[in-house]
């Protein structure tokens, strides 16, 4: 059995039964969220960006909201864009979360490189894998991997990693937040190509992994055009993954943003195939981010975990 180690476990009873919820974030933090936005601190950045979740229209701290250094503004016409309010503000900068140090910037559609809510999965990948690395090696394999947290979180646990992505310009970036984190001479592999595609070479190859992580978009494109749809497309990735797990699997973890997917739909997925070859344990549950100083809490998407030994949190 896992011990209960960090902040993020211990609060999660005191801020909400059915979701669990990161406080182990010192450089991030929710300072208010009201009509569609939520101000951001990010180091030592502001941010206003749009959340679909915030539907109320009570600010809790109206002053602060003149401190945004930028703010994303959503278009009648589709997308979006940026606003800078701040003139000195760097065009990248960096956030830490423990001894990990990720690279972020203004991007597209509203993001910053790094979806903070994920760090209550960093903390688990840790835990389980440097648990295991103790007495074996430990293959991961990080599917639809944009820009390496979680495959960050991996090496900086001893684990050899295989991160795959079907943007080159995702998998750059998360060379760069290895390196940043002091982990470019550990031993990771960067793919650019359709995951569909990679996982079924591997198959033919014979390779193994203990741990598979995947993030899967709602709808994308990989690297040769090639169309992802999450409703028609994630069992049957789920079932192919089966196929390279080892003799020893530690791990297989499913995320999603997809609005309208149930948690328990990704349960059932991994009941009807991870489950039916190794026997284990499958939780699923919300993730979510506190505002600051406040009751509030921000869901911020879904996920469903099989796992060799159960994880107490």
Aim: glycine share 6%; charged share 30%.
């Amino acid at each position: 059995m896992f011990v209960k180690s960090s902040k993020i476990f211990r609060q999660n009873k005191v801020l909400g039964d059915n979701m669990k919820v990161v406080k182990d974030f010192n450089d991030y933090e929710i300072l208010d969220m009201a009509s569609g936005q939520k101000l951001e601190r990010w180091n030592e950045v502001i941010l206003s960006r749009p959340d679909p979740q915030i539907i109320w229209g009570i600010k809790t701290r109206p002053s602060l909201w003149d401190s945004a250094d930028a703010k994303y503004k959503r278009s009648n016409k589709g997308g979006g864009e940026w606003y800078i309010y701040n003139k000195d503000m760097s065009s990248s900068w960096q956030i830490k979360w423990r001894d990990l140090t990720f690279n972020l910037k203004l991007m597209g559609f509203k993001h910053t490189g790094i979806f903070p809510e994920q760090a209550y999965n960093w903390n688990i990948i840790r835990e389980k894998i440097n648990s295991e690395t103790k007495k074996r090696e430990v293959n991961v394999l990080n599917l639809f991997a944009y820009t390496g947290a979680a495959s960050v979180a991996a090496l900086s646990a001893g684990a050899k990693v295989v991160h795959v992505d079907s943007s080159k310009g995702m998998v750059d970036w998360a060379k760069e937040n290895v390196k940043s984190s002091g982990l470019d001479d550990k031993p990771i592999r960067y793919i650019v190509d359709d995951v569909v595609k990679f996982v079924e070479r591997e198959i033919r190859r014979g390779n193994k992994y203990d741990v598979i992580l995947m993030d899967p978009p709602s709808f994308g494109r990989g690297s040769n055009k090639e169309i992802w749809n999450i409703e028609t497309d994630l069992f049957k990735l789920v079932e192919l993954c089966k196929e390279l797990l080892s003799d020893k699997p530690i791990m297989f973890l499913i995320n999603s943003y997809t609005t309208g997917l149930s948690m328990n739909v990704l349960s059932n997925i991994l009941k009807l195939t991870i489950d039916k070859e190794h026997k284990g344990f499958i939780s699923c549950d919300e993730i979510g981010l506190p505002m600051k100083d406040s009751n509030l809490l921000l869901p911020c998407g879904i996920f469903a975990r099989w796992e060799s030994e159960k994880y107490e949190d």
